[in-house]
């Protein structure tokens, strides 16, 4: 095919799950040119599961979850400097420190940090955490271990019930705000949100929804914090678990499609610039990227999933060296999972792509179940709790595009199926962002416009 | 002409040494109803599909034909023979002794002492110039291991194994044959073997030691733990299944390697592939070649073809891990294949529980045999089978040998 893509030199921004994984296929399909890693954090690429569950355990130390290398990639990498911006037209990616770096393609892997506390002063007090880096888990894990007297966690997605949990593990009391009517319903939906709340209280969270955290207080040390119902809670730990930012602020000069939401490319990760027009030589993977998907309506997704980084970051670096007609798209069916309060929690699909969902297997009531969603009438989506095994049943509902309830008959199934309205919230009114995040708009928010309209 | 159906053939004990070309001829329809009301699949992706597929019954009381269904419904069943919740529950309390969450160390920290009972056994087979592999190793080494294991005394293994031959038995698929009385004889066995469990068990209550069966009285379970009945049924499914799978595994391994002396070399030479080979060995001569007990709860399409409510679902999954749609070059066998997602222990809620005991069983038997045993060769080839077409495997492999390796 095209030798001269076999060689050259590609640039690589980001250096953690994504950024690894690409390294490692390009140098797997015999990219033999040079390849530089880029990455502002200090420390060689590490998996962030473990950080909010073994590491705030106390299991694994927040050094020791560092990724392991599938095959040596021969790369130069820059890490502890921060790219601070890209010229599209002479190609060249700018460093912090003033270095520049040429490239003849470039990938785009920066992800995501975490959504900070809006307040500085109030973030700069001596016991306020995110949780984000391997740094942060590391001071968070040191403070935990130091037994708190109470720990606040701000935001109930998956990192704050994460966190959550893994404080009730300790038997450290815990208070969780969430400004949502329940835990996870931003990513879940209604259905699940409510039995994800029943799982916050039955294990002795002091669970407030429906309000915010208005202001932490302290002088210098955290003592507490203020609420928009005008309670109080006194803590001397608070986690700030609002969601992620997209690192994009660095491309704002570069004259790609790159913006909170992210780097939009196309289905086989190559970016658009500004006008909307396809690059040859940019390309995004990862938490960053904003990508369309054909099962979901074409809607550009951005998904903040371990499994998304490593199949997208795989497919771009196949793209950055194969001619037009062997590239291929990044389709996956997006999966992620999440554990606490001693449940495994496992989803397939987009979630939050749906009008409708059902109970299809299991019951409410004993917390291991599968729920099914569906959008007009077809599968999008299954969620499990302890029933991950499942799974693969409804990811193939989901590809084939199967009408939505599905087929009664499971066998641990015998009351009829009743569906019922999704219950997705707008992300807008969230304080923190779902992690499959339709970036377009909500597909029940369209239904709602259509019978408007008509 | 009935006697030529699909089924018949596989089943036949002609077959037993090579059914790898029925399973071709099976693979052509990927759905293939017989003419007794059975359907059998050996396509992987159709397998696995229904291996998923929360409709499809592992509970032969939803047969349709009445006398299998009451047969069935004499003895209660164990969680291989029962769908979720209650197969979830049973299962995640069995498991609590075994494996993760509640015990992630149980069968790693059995490694050492797998060591010495292989080690132990190569040793004793230092005079004998002509070996049977199965009698006088990869039978014992297994049992040795699951009585430690349950906490049976191996002294008892005699009376046992009469037990399991029966309930094996009562697998064995021919269609041509009434199977009430088989099915009785291993319902016998299974209630005998229950007692027997059951009775060891008491003996533990209020006395724990380090083994399943204290485990299961002495343990508390906040799902409520086993009733009497479902401790022996459960005892009894883990006693059988800990052993006569891994018989297999053991010595369908030794055989395809003796019929490859390049792969066995290289296995001798580089141990470490070890764990990788018993991967492609369960793909390649998978112990438990089918699951005969799958059944339809609704009407299901596979493929295009409806298999009815009730009807008996044979999925053959030696078929499947040799699927040229799903592995390049299936009927090669490559220790160093990587891409190897086999069917060997099943897929779903009722993946085999006993896997990762039963693979380092697996690795360190054929290590020990290899390393200590010189100038390995078959004296019989192909050696004598077992009856049943389910578990297949060598009832006996004869090898002869130049002596132990200093």
């Known amino acids: 095919m095209s030798g001269e893509l076999r060689d050259g030199r590609i640039v690589i921004v980001g250096a953690s799950l994504a950024g690894l994984r690409a390294a490692e296929t390009l140098r797997d399909e015999g990219f033999a040119g040079s390849l530089t890693l880029v990455g502002d954090e200090p420390h060689p690429p590490y998996d962030r599961p473990p950080l909010s569950k073994q590491v705030l355990l106390g299991r694994v130390p927040a050094t020791a979850t560092g990724l392991p290398a599938r095959r040596p990639v021969d790369a130069q990498w820059k890490l502890g400097v921060a790219a601070t911006g890209v010229d599209g037209i002479g190609r060249r990616v700018f460093l912090a420190n003033g270095e520049e770096l040429p490239f003849d393609r470039l990938l785009i892997a920066t992800g995501t940090r975490a959504r900070p506390w809006p307040n500085p002063a109030e973030a700069a007090l001596d016991g306020v955490f995110a949780l984000r880096t391997s740094d942060d888990a590391a001071g968070l894990a040191e403070r935990l271990d130091a037994g708190p007297r109470r720990v606040l966690v701000i935001g109930a997605g998956f990192t704050g019930s994460e966190i959550a949990s893994a404080c009730r593990e300790r038997d450290i009391p815990v208070t969780v705000v969430e400004r949502g009517p329940a835990p996870l319903v931003g990513a879940l939906g209604g259905t699940l949100a409510a039995v994800a709340a029943e799982m916050h209280r039955r294990h002795g969270v002091d669970l407030r929804c429906g309000v915010q955290v208005t202001s932490l207080e302290g002088d210098g040390r955290l003592t507490g914090a203020r609420l928009s119902d005008g309670s109080t809670v006194e803590a001397d730990v608070a986690v700030v678990a609002l969601g992620a930012v997209r690192n994009t602020e660095w491309l704002a000069e570069s004259g790609l499609a790159a913006g909170p939401r992210g780097v939009t490319c196309d289905a086989g990760c190559r970016a658009f610039n500004m006008y909307g027009i396809v690059t040859d030589d940019v390309f995004v993977a990862g938490d960053v990227a904003r990508f369309p998907h054909p099962l979901f309506g074409y809607q550009l997704l951005a998904l903040e999933h371990w499994g998304n980084a490593v199949a997208q970051a795989e497919v771009a670096a196949h793209n950055m060296v194969s001619a037009g007609p062997f590239r291929r798209p990044h389709l996956a069916v997006p999966t992620f999972w999440s554990s606490q309060f001693g449940h495994n929690i496992k989803s397939v699909g987009v979630p939050t792509y749906s009008d409708q969902v059902v109970v299809a297997q299991g019951s409410l009531r004993e917390a291991r179940l599968v729920v099914v969603y569906g959008y007009k009438g077809r599968i999008t989506a299954a969620v499990s709790v302890n029933r991950a095994k499942w799974l693969d049943y409804y990811q193939n509902l989901i590809e084939t595009a199967a009408p939505f309830p599905p087929e009664p008959g499971a066998a641990d199934r015998t009351a009829p199926m009743i569906p019922l309205p999704s219950d997705v919230p707008d992300p807008a009114v969230l304080s923190h962002g779902p992690t499959v995040a339709l970036t377009g708009h909500l597909p029940d928010r369209r239904l709602t416009l259509v019978r408007h309209g008509g | 002409m009935a006697a030529d159906t699909l089924f018949r053939r596989i089943t036949d004990y002609a077959s037993r040494p090579d059914p790898y070309p029925l399973y071709a001829e099976l693979r052509e329809s990927k759905v293939a109803p017989q003419d007794d009301g059975s359907y059998l699949v050996g396509t992987y992706h159709e397998i696995t599909a229904l291996l998923h597929d929360p409709r499809i019954s592992s509970d032969r009381r939803h047969r349709s034909d009445p006398q299998e269904a009451r047969l069935a419904g004499e003895l209660a069943p164990s969680f291989i023979g029962v769908d979720d919740p209650e197969h979830d529950r049973l299962r995640r309390t069995a498991m609590r002794p075994f494996g993760p969450p509640h015990t992630p160390g149980r069968v790693d920290a059995m490694h050492g002492e797998i060591v010495r009972i292989a080690d132990g056994l190569v040793a004793g087979l230092r005079d004998k110039q002509r070996i049977d592999v199965v009698d006088d190793f990869a039978y014992p080494l297994p049992v040795t291991v699951i009585c430690r294991l349950l906490g049976v005394p191996q002294e008892d293994e005699p009376m046992f194994r009469g037990w399991s031959d029966a309930i094996v038995g009562g697998l064995d698929l021919n269609p041509d044959e009434d199977p009430t009385q088989r099915t009785q004889a291993a319902t016998e066995a ?215 390796r200093a």
């Open chain 2, 190 to 404: 299974r209630r005998a073997m229950g007692v027997y469990l059951g009775g060891l068990a008491e003996q533990r209550r209020g006395k724990p030691s380090d083994d399943l069966l204290s485990a299961f009285v002495n343990d508390q379970d906040p799902a409520g733990g086993l009733s009497q009945i479902e401790l022996m049924v459960t005892s009894v499914l883990l006693l059988v299944a800990g052993h006569e799978t891994t018989v297999n595994l053991i010595t369908n391994g030794m055989l395809t390697l003796l019929r490859r002396p390049d792969q066995l070399d290289l296995l001798r030479r580089e141990p470490a592939l070890m764990p990788q080979a018993v991967e492609e060995l369960l793909r390649f001569e998978p112990p438990v070649q089918m699951l005969p007990q799958r059944t339809p709860l609704v009407d299901v399409e596979v493929a295009g073809v409806t298999v009815p409510k009730g009807a008996p679902l044979v999925l053959v999954l030696a078929s499947g891990s040799r699927d040229p749609r799903r592995f390049r070059d299936p009927d090669r066998f490559d220790p160093q294949r990587t891409d190897n997602q086999h069917l060997g222990f099943g897929s779903g809620v009722h993946s085999c529980f006993g896997a990762p005991l039963a693979r380092l069983e697996a690795q360190i038997a054929l290590t020990a045999l290899l390393r200590d045993l010189d100038g390995l060769r078959l004296a019989e080839d192909p050696p004598p089978y077992r009856r049943s077409p389910v578990l297949r495997g060598p009832r006996h492999l004869v090898v002869e040998h130049d002596g132990l």
